[in-house]
């Protein structure tokens, strides 16, 4: 079955062995491995009510604001800054990474687990759905190829195995509708682009069917 990463962002998590509505969320972003594109991590966060105050270095608390403001992925976004103090305000907002091997089923509306990670630091090797969303996708010869409009996920592959693509020379040449593309090359975070090498058989699909 091929499902969007789009659709699937606000479908319920469910922990299968408790079925009360307080322990129902949404989910808020899709984990992937950098390398092989296999499904890492579903997220969701909690609202934990605690309002904290505390000081901490003016370089941790902008890798704190772009963390909120990017997504999953800001590890690898330089910072820089003095090493003053400056106030962070702490709403008690807590992410929680559903593992994929604690995931016992999935759909575009619910997502049903066994179990959850509570990480203080976002996964390594991994990169999110909403991190690169609308990044352009950029050939070797630094031409567009699109924007990255969805994630196709393939969950008998456990895996990302095309883009949907708005925008772009490329997908514009084969009409105005969203093209897909297969999934490759890597995300560079430095310039916000996710990179591939274009070669002749790169054809642009018109449905997720043919990835």
């Known amino acids: 079955m091929k499902l969007s990463a789009e ?8 922990n299968h062995t ?4 307080e322990t129902q969320h949404k989910i808020n972003d899709i984990l992937f491995n950098m390398y092989d594109h296999r499904l890492c991590y579903f997220t969701y966060t909690v609202d934990n009510g605690i309002n904290q105050r505390e000081e901490i270095p003016s370089d941790k608390h902008m890798e704190t604001v772009v963390a909120a403001t990017s997504g999953i992925g800001t590890q690898h976004t330089p910072f820089t800054g003095s090493s003053t103090l400056a106030a962070n305000q702490n709403y008690g907002k807590e992410t929680f990474f559903i593992p994929w091997h604690q995931v016992k089923e999935f759909d575009e509306e619910k997502l049903v687990f066994s179990g959850n990670e509570l990480q203080r630091d976002e996964p390594k090797e991994c990169y999110s759905y909403m991190a690169i969303k609308d990044w352009d996708v950029i050939d070797q010869d630094g031409e567009k190829i699109g924007k990255i409009k969805d994630l196709i996920i393939d969950t008998d592959r456990q895996q990302v195995i095309g883009f949907s693509l708005a925008e772009g020379f490329w997908k514009n040449l084969f009409g105005q509708d969203d093209k897909y593309m297969p999934v490759s090359g890597t995300p560079n975070w430095e310039s916000r682009e996710w990179n591939i090498e274009r070669t002749p058989d790169l054809l642009l699909k018109d449905n997720k069917d043919e990835l």
Not at 7 to 14: D, F, V, Y
Not at 18 to 21: A, G, K, L, M, N
Request: net charge neutral; no cysteine.
């Open 18 to 21: 408790i079925s009360t509505e």
């Open 7 to 14: 659709k699937l962002m606000g479908a319920n998590a469910q």
